[in-house]
């Protein structure tokens, strides 16, 4: 049976001094499935972009930023991790460079500047533990990775770096 996940993109908004990141902490939608979590900012890909384009709009949209300077830092399959058990498969960005002001919350919630070194202390999704300091280190190399969930919980991980 071929894979048909849903695209989407993550990305990671770093401050102008790189020590602090862009995130959404999950607050406002008491029926939300990510509701309490911090989660970097994106969304779906719509059919008639790129996901450089996807990711530009999610960050309008959710941020009212505009990304000047991007990395794509790697990929992740999420098999199982929808609400109804949907797959997933995201681009994850970091966001070097940006114009404009980020508002104090969206429709999700809080948006909020971390230090780097506190994230992983945050209320995250179970899988970010993994993968977040991939998205924040020195390697050059994108990562690749597959993260199945069962019943929204993480069942294993295995990355790749080339």
Sequence with gaps: MPYTPILATLGYVLSPDCSRVLLV??????????????????GKLEADEDIVAGLR???HEEAGIECRALQLRGTISWPGFGKHGEDWFGFVFLVTA??????ARNAEGDLEWIA??????????????HFLPLVFDA????????MPYRDGRLVSWTV???
């Design 116 to 129: 780097i070194e506190r994230v992983l202390d945050l209320p995250l999704w179970e899988g970010d533990r």
């Design 57 to 59: 709009r999610e960050l």
């Design 25 to 42: 902490h999950r607050n406002a939608r008491a029926h939300d499935a990510h509701l309490g979590k911090y989660n970097g900012l994106g």
């Design 98 to 103: 940006f114009d404009g002001e980020v508002p």
């Design 160 to 162: 790749t770096r080339i």
């Design 139 to 146: 390697d050059p190399r994108p990562f690749h990775g597959v």
